[in-house]
Every structure is written in structure tokens, then in C-alpha cells.
């Protein structure tokens, strides 16, 4: 069973940066694309970023573009994401995700996402 655990949420002012961590257990994780998806009170959950099985390719929202970043450590079985530049409207919680199947490029759907973490807030005041 694919299990993922985020961790570094947090309160953060506008302007600011912070690093979230997404550690994946249960199957050999070198093999699968990754992504972040974010969920706002009120709003659909909505891709951020993706990051193909070997981290050479990667595609983001355009609200996000040139301020995050995602990468990957396959040798510690961990997604990252680099958030700079936050805005109050970048405030929801954070999921990392990971399909069932092996894609070979990034994965922007929710939809054919299968495993979910149980998301960590981020809070940006203004």
C-alpha cells in the first residue's frame, strides 16, 4: 500500500518562502511521476505541480510558475516543494500525490492520480 506523508506547512508573511516535503512509502517510488495539488474553503482542489519519474520534466499552474519549485531525492523517496514569493492567495492546504500507474512524463489530472497524503495547511498573511 502506497502511503504519502507532508510535512512543512505553516504560517508564513506575504513575500515569503517555504519548503514542503512529501515522503512516499511502499513501492519503489523512482518509478512513478509525483504531483502537488492544493485545496483552498470553498474551492475545487487544483493541480500545482508535477514532477515526471525522473525529475527531467516538470510542468506548474500558471498562478505558480516562476515562484515554486518541484524536485525530487529518489534516493530518499521524497517530493519537494520550493514556494517563494507567497501570497495570501497561495493559503490552502497542500496535497502530494502519486498515480497507480507508471506515467512517463509529468501528470497534471487529479483524476488519474491514485495515493493522496492527508495535506499540510499553508498560511500566508498579508
Known amino acids: 500500500q502506497v502511503q504519502l506523508e507532508e510535512s512543512g506547512g505553516g504560517l508564513v508573511q506575504a513575500g515569503g518562502s517555504l519548503r514542503l516535503s512529501c515522503e512516499a512509502s511502499?513501492?519503489?517510488?523512482?518509478?512513478?511521476?509525483m504531483g502537488w495539488f492544493r485545496q483552498s474553503p470553498g474551492k475545487e482542489r487544483e493541480f500545482v505541480a508535477s514532477?515526471?519519474?525522473?525529475?527531467?520534466?516538470?510542468d506548474y499552474s500558471d498562478s505558480v510558475k516562476g515562484r515554486f519549485t518541484i524536485s525530487r531525492d529518489n534516493d530518499k523517496n521524497t517530493v519537494y516543494l520550493q514556494m517563494n514569493s507567497l501570497k495570501p492567495e497561495d493559503t490552502a492546504v497542500y496535497y502530494c500525490?502519486?498515480?497507480?500507474?507508471?506515467?512517463?512524463?509529468?501528470?497534471?489530472?487529479?483524476?488519474?492520480?491514485?495515493?493522496w497524503g492527508q495535506g499540510t495547511q499553508v498560511t500566508v498573511s498579508s
Open positions: 514532477i515526471s519519474f525522473t525529475g527531467g520534466s516538470t
Open positions: 511502499g513501492r519503489t517510488f523512482r518509478r512513478y511521476a
Open positions: 500525490a502519486a498515480p497507480e500507474k507508471a506515467f512517463t512524463l509529468t501528470i497534471m489530472s487529479s483524476t488519474l492520480y491514485d495515493y
